[in-house]
């Protein structure tokens, strides 16, 4: 299982062009972005460029505009994860089109272009889609505007939207960036990014030239204070319902950031629930649950944090946080299965700090504090060029087998150093525990952090400027996202 090797935008790793942010979207939040057309512009005549990072599979209303149930434009992945599309005016579809394809990566950006032109002669010219670059045509539904029909694009009086469409739910779970509503203009692919010439990825590029039009607007999501801002010259910004600043992100198209997955195998009872833009896991109803992080490695240097803000009535030491090799998930997740750090090629670590792998525990940890569990914040420093690994609570290095206080930056004293040996699988992050109530809620820190238990303790990036951690990591250690894993991964 090699994690990063699949088709779809992972970020890029151009120096060129540099997207710095995007606004992270959780249905369990309704959170959206709204403004109501005043000024009116061509409803026949559009293109809608979004780039989409999916947090959580099944149905989600993401982009559109909308009057009322019976007069709106909608983008949505349904049921299935399907991308849908259609223009719904009066009772009937004025387009309609369902990919046959389905969007299941969480792990990826993708690129979706939206370019309508109903006053085309050519019947199949007047609705396109493109995504990541390259035109869809295999559709499951696939119904043609007529010519020169007017759309609810741009109605009057419509609210477009991101994140919702006419606060129905589902709300979207998403990071969206660089979102830009063009007038006038049925644009083409090279409009709005290209593919690198080294990898062959779709990737972003300056679009801030581009006519957007009376009623178009581009959305940077750089201003935290004002998510909805409208880099255009048009002013047409966008109102943020329950959206606040610490829903902008860092994780964007071309610095790409490890998220957890949604759960990768089946478990009795009710699931893990994977949330806050991929940062957090709430358990389910079965004993030993677990989540893992998009991004395997198998060299580089590596920090990622984590706490826990709901102990759920369980001991702290029923928390586990720590990695595993890409090929024990399935057997980590078998039928309630186990905790990570209780199998082999598992290393875990408590909110106690006690180390844990095949079911064998490190004995010399530091005993649990009053606070252990809900305020305190553990870190990983992951040695995978030399298969090493150390954990921290508050900053402070555990030690090892010896009563040696570990040191990752000197390479001193892990609590472990057989991760090369034991496996030549790619390790990935997991964060598990060991009770079935429902409440439990681990938070993961990749550098991307959603909850505030990390930036409040403080705000540290690795040396290369990535992240925001609430303590420093060592020297040679990043943060896992796809700039630093082009450089050292």
Known sequence: ???????????????????ANSVVFETANSERLSRTNTNTGQRRTFSISAWIKRTKLGYNRTIGVGVSGNDQQIIIFNASDQLE???????????????????????????????????????????????????????????????????????????????????EAPFASCYMSEVA???????APTD????????GIWKPIDISGLTFGTSGSYCEFKNASALGEDSSSNGNDFTAANITSADQAQDTPTNNFCTLMPPQASITGTATVVSNGGTTMISGTTAQQNAFGSMGVRS???????????????????????????????????GGGYYIGEI??????????????????NP???????????????GIALDMDNGKIWVHKAGTYATNNSSVTGNPATGAAPQYDNLLTSTD????????????????????????????????????????????????????????CTKNLAEYG
């Open 300 to 334: 580089g240097k590596w920090y990622f944090e984590s706490n826990v803000s709901n102990l759920g009535g369980a001991a702290s030491y029923n928390h586990f946080f720590g990695v595993i090799a890409a090929d024990r998930i399935t057997a980590l997740n078998n």
């Open 85 to 167: 599309w259609y223009d719904y005016h009066g009772g009937a579809y004025s387009f309609n089109y369902k990919t046959n394809r389905v969007f299941r990566d969480t792990s990826a950006w993708y690129h979706f272009l939206f370019a309508v032109d109903t006053e085309q002669g050519t019947e199949s010219n007047r609705v396109r889609l493109y995504i990541n670059g390259v035109e869809e045509t295999s559709f499951a539904t696939q119904t043609e505007p007529s010519q020169n029909r007017d759309t609810n694009w741009n109605y009057a009086n419509g609210s477009k939207e991101f994140g919702n469409i006419l606060n």
């Open 1 to 19: 299982m090699e994690v990063l090797q699949r088709t779809a935008n992972r970020g890029s790793i151009s120096t060129g062009f540099d997207i």
């Open 344 to 361: 082999a090629n598992t290393w875990g670590f408590t909110s106690n700090n006690r180390g844990t792998t095949g079911g064998t525990e």
């Open 425 to 480: 699988e790619h390790i990935l992050v997991g964060g598990g525990v060991y009770t079935s109530n429902n409440s439990v809620q681990r938070n993961m820190n990749f550098g991307n952090p959603m909850n505030a238990n990390f930036t409040n303790v403080g705000t540290h990036s690795d040396a290369n400027g990535y992240g925001s951690f609430a303590y420093a990591p060592p020297t040679g250690y990043y943060a896992l």
């Open 181 to 187: 509503f063009v007038d006038d203009a049925q644009l």
């Open 364 to 378: 010399n940890f530091p005993s649990e504090t009053a606070t252990s569990g809900t305020t305190e914040v553990m």
């Open 192 to 199: 709005v990014g290209e593919f690198d010439e080294d990898t």
